[in-house]
């Protein structure tokens, strides 16, 4: 499903990805560990395609249904529309714009593309409140602008509420559970393992090991310094846990 | 009537055809309709206006009232102080009348207007006649200095509702003009008032008596079509003790390389208990890429709450001219009156604008609202200026005013200039300003979840000006909607 190869990449002419190597079956769910400034959340935006990151070297080999694409110089709208998802560390705020608007504008943008029909409001109305339920979220909360006066707790659901209506084969999450306490991590990751599929693959960014508790991972890797040092099964998170990262990277 | 549905088969396929001609952006009201006119030479003294007035078979005091305008103006000075530079205008190059020639003396009913001058309102989607004209909203179609034809007027007649031009409110409603006119906004008030005292043409005139909630919108279209014209509109608004009326207002004009003139005013009088909301749509051409052409628009638009528990609001979209000089006030002299003001200025390309409103607190326990969204793009100018005066009378006024700007790329410019003027204390004065770019974040958020470049755009703009749009008639405001979105493709990138 996903082949990257030598991946390197960067910003303002500045390298942070120096050849990252991953291979990525459908089905699984991959988490990508590192301590701070590894280049975890560069590797999240080169792949959704953030236009500030350039890529110098390398593919990001992206397949389904038998289409194989390299989504290095694809926009970021074309790729989300291919299916490629991610849930951002740091959610944006759009004032004036209810989330069901949002939701409904970006679910029938992937619809037209996919070449199936789009949702007509009320249809799409009952179709949201379903994967809301997934979530416990408040009702009320898709009338409110997009992520404006959230809690982080909040946020941090929209951003696997909009997983789970765009229902894309690829999601990379960056540190989603960064600023959850233990009960909003708890239901987060109860439904990210909902959207668990055997066509889907999960890519999970994160710092700390306490989210793999909820969400099992089928392989860990760890970044360092722009460059996987580590991939094993997902033992290697709590070996993590317990030792730090500095006997990795002698 | 199957002649009719040909006609408006031919009209939805020509607009077809030109919205398939039409590159991202372009200004599609930019045709100009050939037809006969009757247009006296250049040039502005008083027998200009002794003419306007004699064409407009207008009785003596109306002449005298512009008489005394013009030689007021004579005495004043264009005034400098707008935050943008154009080229001088030159008042003696200018046609200060133009009118379609009539093809019957006096057309008797809609159906008689010249065919012409009907295709032109059904291209820019205002049909007149009887049985294609829009329900639910009267229309005044102006086309240059003149009224083509107001529809719905027996209808509102049973309501005792006058809603004519302004040239037939002259003859048939004398006592009417003569108290209202130059009541709110007066001949002497500014330079390009002045010059429309002098010189107006056509407007609407509407008339709300007692007690009577107006049961449709009214609106006035205006079109300018010929070449090196002014156009001077004039409307008036009166709404009666504990009346109602909601009224609409758009305007175009053709594509031409050189700068018109439009020097409109428009005031509103609201008696005890009454509201007056009016909207406009503003989309004059507004000059090409490079800044050549385009409507030069300044405007005097003031109502008078009159009353106690008046209510006026003045909400507007304004996305076109090349210059826009305007700022909808409101008088608030009846205690517990309530003044509001609600305005979205687009700026693309070389466009300025120099916006915003006046809000003077005179009665008691005076409420006003300002919400001021500005949006410039490209090389645009956009301006925000407003003053809210509270008068040693107004004990307990209240003035809340929001007005931010948003920048659309590196070139543009947004300024915000408020005066503020408190001469009582028991007054509360709130006055809040932001400037935002539409910023990369958002931008990268909306896209990674699939809409493209124009859709995350529109998403941000329609956000930013949700708090004006929600004020707009709801058609009023899916046509907004739709201006800025064109208004702004390809301007981002």
Known sequence: ?250 | MEANKGNMADIVRQKELEDNKLAAGDYRYGFHTDIEEDKPPKGLNEDTVRLISFKKKEPEWMLEWRLKAFRYWQTMKEPTWPNFEYGPIDYQDIYYYSAPKPKKATPASLEEVDQELLKTFDRLGIPLTEQKRLTGVAVDAVFDSISVGTTHQSELAKYGVIFCSMSEAVIKHPDLVKKYLGSVVPYTDNFFASLNAAVFSDGSFCFIPKGVRCPIELSTYFRINAENTGQFERTLVIAEESSYVSYLEGCTAPMRDTNQLHAAVVELVALDHAEIKYSTVQNWYSGDKEGRGGIYNFVTKRGKCAGVNSQISWTQVEAGSAITWKYPSVILQGDNSVGKFYSVALTNHYMNADTGSKMIHIGKNTKSTIVSKGISSDHAHNSYRGLVKIMPSADGARNFSQCDSMLVGNNCSANTFPYIEVRNNTAVVEHEASTSKINAEQMFYLRSRGLDLEESVSLIINGFCKDVFKELPLEFSVEAVKLLEMKLEGSVG
């Open chain 1, 1 to 250: 499903m996903l082949e990257i190869k030598d991946l390197h990449a960067g910003i303002e002419g500045k390298e942070i990805l120096k050849g990252i190597n991953l291979n990525v079956n459908a089905g699984e769910v991959h988490a990508i560990m590192g301590p701070n400034g590894s280049g975890k959340s560069t590797l999240s935006k080169v792949i959704a395609g953030h236009p500030q990151y350039t890529v110098t070297k390398g593919s990001i080999d992206y397949e389904v249904n038998f289409k194989k694409i390299n989504l290095v110089g694809m926009d970021p709208d074309l790729r989300a529309r291919e299916g490629v998802f991610m849930a951002f560390q740091y959610p944006v705020e759009i004032p004036g714009i209810p989330t069901s608007v949002f939701l409904r504008a970006a679910f029938n943008a992937v619809c037209r593309h996919q070449g199936t029909v789009e949702m007509d409001p009320i249809d799409f109305d009952k179709y949201m409140r379903e994967k809301m339920k997934i979530l416990s979220m408040d009702e009320k909360t898709i009338d409110r602008p997009v992520n404006v006066d959230f809690s982080g707790g909040e946020k941090k659901r929209n951003e696997i509420l909009q997983m789970a209506v765009l229902n894309p084969r690829l999601a990379v999450l960056d540190e989603t559970d960064s600023g959850l306490d233990i009960d909003s991590m708890k239901i987060v990751s109860e439904g990210v393992n909902k959207l668990r599929r055997r066509d889907n693959t999960i890519i999970l960014i994160t710092h700390y090991q306490r989210l793999l508790n909820y969400i099992q991972p089928d392989f860990v890797h760890i970044l360092y310094n722009g460059r996987i040092v580590k991939s094993e099964g997902k033992e290697l998170a709590q070996e993590v846990e317990n030792r730090g990262y500095d006997w990795l990277i002698q």
